[in-house]
């Protein structure tokens, strides 16, 4: 059975720093395209970054410089470190797993505010 479990959201003041990790169970995340969703209320989910099995990155143009997502193969686990945190990035974020199959996890919340 295949698990994606989010975590490392809260609530932090803009300018601040947080790190999301997406723990797995039942895949290997170097045979798996991972990428980090973010959906904020009444917007659609949409892409923030994206790790290829190679190792390539791409980041949505909002976030670059400021997010990096990373893997660890041994650990089986996505991070996505977040600096310099706007209101606006404020959503419940996602981890996507696809190859084949696509397995989503259940979200962890950043709440950006003062």
């Known amino acids: 059975q295949v698990q994606l479990v989010e975590s490392g959201g809260g609530l932090v003041q803009p300018g601040g720093s947080l790190r999301l990790l997406c723990a797995t169970s039942g895949i290997r995340v170097s045979n798996y395209a991972m990428g980090w969703y973010r959906q904020a209320p009444g917007k659609q989910r949409e892409l923030v970054a994206h790790i290829t099995i190679g190792g390539s990155t791409n980041y949505a143009d909002s976030v670059k410089g400021r997010f990096t997502i990373s893997r660890d193969n041994a650990k089986n686990t996505v991070y996505l470190q977040m600096n310099s945190l706007e209101p606006e990035d404020t959503a419940v974020y996602y981890c996507?797993?696809?190859?084949?199959?696509?397995?989503w996890g259940q979200g962890t919340q950043v709440t950006v505010s003062s």
């Open positions: 996507k797993a696809t190859l084949i199959s696509v397995y």
